[in-house]
């Protein structure tokens, strides 16, 4: 099948639009469509002291960008059975006491915890190591009950790079004339690191936007990074249209959400969005702190791309078979006065109800035993589907999340 076309006159204009009407030093833009990097530019001066011209290689600041690194870290010692989300932060940094917390909550900005580390760190700009970190939490407040509502938190996710830090091996000068070792000092001493301190170019952030879709394969699993992007939180009570998941923002645009982070530091503003269902978005990098609408670029960049770039169908192919056990599950079920279609499609059994609207995900279910199904995802995800069978071994009924589902309408108790 031909690629699309990126729409690079557009994309352009907008980038360019953006750099004259609100004076911005450089800007670095690039668009992913179908999960591949398909347009790039670079306009301005990185430095404008050296009158150093920007190029699509030049490393910016990417600010809370790094947050979702951080994540990503958590969900591989998640995944590892290191840790679990719900484990309060004192399992893991014996010291914090703040209303315990969960990781799925500072993850997600629910923890209540206030913004920033302790002091007046953006004045100062002198922010505390691990130590100081751990040492200064006798000073954080509890700004809000855990769990009460979205509070984004620096704090939060500088509290989560401790907690793979304490699982990151040490580094240690093995002496040349004994057996004895010694630590190594750690460099990267900053407490903020794991909030907002990576550098990166447009180009690696696109691939990074595309494994926060896909995954990859000895980092995080496919499923790890759709548990990412679950919603967890709504952070606009107003529009509807910024909520979070965990460690990922989730932008509402129209029908889609995008998936990604904004990010800011000083002297530089930064927003990384793709669409999980086109596999298409934007990443923006500007060297100035102040004036500049980098979210509004963001969103009608990633707009752009993922109008450019709809989803490429899969190509369908008849199945070899139905399973016989699955087989008299199919067709249509009652429950009450609701019908309910069961369809085995591509090697897995499907729920649905027959009035769903078609873009909705049908629930899907994984043997759980013999006449048991276990869902695992769509509406009702985690309950049983069980069958009930007559003493000739025919199916009578099935109970889905304990509910009756018969071949023909009833009431409830008949």
């Known amino acids: 099948m031909p690629q699309p076309e990126p729409p690079v006159a ?28 398909v347009w790039q530019e670079a306009l301005g001066l990185a430095n404008v002291d050296g009158a150093q011209e920007t190029t699509t290689d030049t490393q910016y600041r990417v600010g809370s960008i790094t947050k979702t690194f951080t994540a990503a870290a958590i969900m591989q010692l998640r995944d590892a059975g290191e840790l679990e989300l719900d484990d309060r932060l004192e399992q893991h940094i014996e010291e914090a006491h703040h209303g315990n917390p969960t990781l799925r909550r500072l993850l997600a900005h629910v923890s209540g915890l206030q913004r920033e580390v302790p002091g007046y760190v953006w004045e100062t700009l002198e922010f505390p190591d691990r130590d100081g970190l751990i040492s200064g939490l006798a000073d954080a407040e509890q700004v809000l009950p855990a769990g009460a509502r979205w509070h984004y938190s620096n704090l939060a996710f500088a509290l989560l790079g401790e907690v793979v830090a304490r699982r990151s091996a040490t580094g240690y000068l093995v002496e040349p004339y004994s057996d004895r070792v010694r630590r190594e000092q750690d460099l990267s001493k900053g407490a903020f690191a794991a909030a907002g301190s990576l550098w990166s170019t447009t180009a690696d952030l696109v691939r990074w936007a595309v494994f926060l879709v896909d995954g990859a394969d000895g980092v995080l699993r496919r499923e790890t990074v759709e548990e990412m992007r679950r919603f967890q939180a709504m952070a606009d009570l107003e529009a509807w249209k910024l909520g979070w998941g965990l460690g990922l923002m989730l932008m509402r645009e129209g029908d889609r959400i995008f998936v990604g982070h904004g990010g800011a530091m000083p002297g530089f503003l930064t927003g990384l969005a793709i669409s999980p269902k086109e596999r298409a978005g934007a990443v923006v990098l500007v060297n100035s702190g102040a004036g500049v609408k980098v979210e509004e670029l963001l969103r009608k960049l990633a707009v752009k791309a993922a109008d450019a770039y709809p989803p490429e169908p899969e190509p369908w192919r008849p199945a070899a078979g139905v399973p016989v056990a699955v087989e008299p599950l199919l067709g249509r079920w009652w429950t009450e006065g609701e019908e309910v279609v069961i369809s085995y499609r591509e090697g897995k059994l499907e729920a649905r109800s027959a009035t769903a609207a078609p873009n909705l995900p049908p629930s899907v279910f994984a043997p759980a035993g013999d006449d048991r199904f276990r869902g695992v995802s769509g509406p009702e995800e985690g309950e049983l589907l069980e069958v009930v069978r007559a003493a000739d071994g025919s199916v009578e009924k099935l109970y889905w999340a304990t509910y009756p589902l018969k071949r023909t309408p009833s009431a409830f108790g008949e």
């Open 10 to 37: 557009e994309l352009s204009r907008l980038v360019r639009e953006a750099q004259a009407g609100e004076r911005i030093p450089s800007i670095s833009a690039a668009a992913v469509g179908n999960g591949e990097l």
